[in-house]
């Protein structure tokens, strides 16, 4: 399985962005999917989670801001971050579970500023 992100960027406090990640090979079983974060000398965190069935979870620093969706047709699964903060800038990176195999994307960065 091989993990593409897109997306990231600069954004001024308050902003949004749309991080998409796109998974291609052997996607069938993708089971859980999701968004996981790593902030300069900070350990790596879990963002949003979302099940092949659609169900949704979510850290609370991200709860009413994010909002992470699955599109199975197109391998794609997409997080929506609104009313971002400083506090929110990182390497973003998407994950796939296949068949007790984590697999990992290569990042995006997402710096909040003004």
């Known amino acids: 399985v091989q993990l593409v992100e897109s997306g990231g960027g600069l954004v001024q406090p308050g902003g949004s962005l749309r991080l998409s990640c796109v998974a291609s090979?052997?996607?069938?079983?993708?089971?859980?999917m999701g968004w996981y974060r790593q902030a300069p000398g900070k350990q790596r965190e879990l963002v949003a989670t979302i099940t092949s069935s659609g169900r949704a979870n979510y850290a609370d620093s991200v709860k009413g801001r994010f909002t992470i969706s699955r599109d199975n047709a197109n391998n794609t699964v997409s997080l929506q971050m609104n009313s971002l903060k400083p506090e929110d800038t990182a390497v973003y990176s998407c994950?796939?579970?296949?068949?007790?195999?984590?697999?990992w994307g290569q990042g995006t960065q997402v710096t909040v500023s003004s």
């Open positions: 090979g052997s996607i069938f079983s993708i089971t859980r």
């Open positions: 994950n796939a579970f296949r068949q007790n195999i984590l697999y």
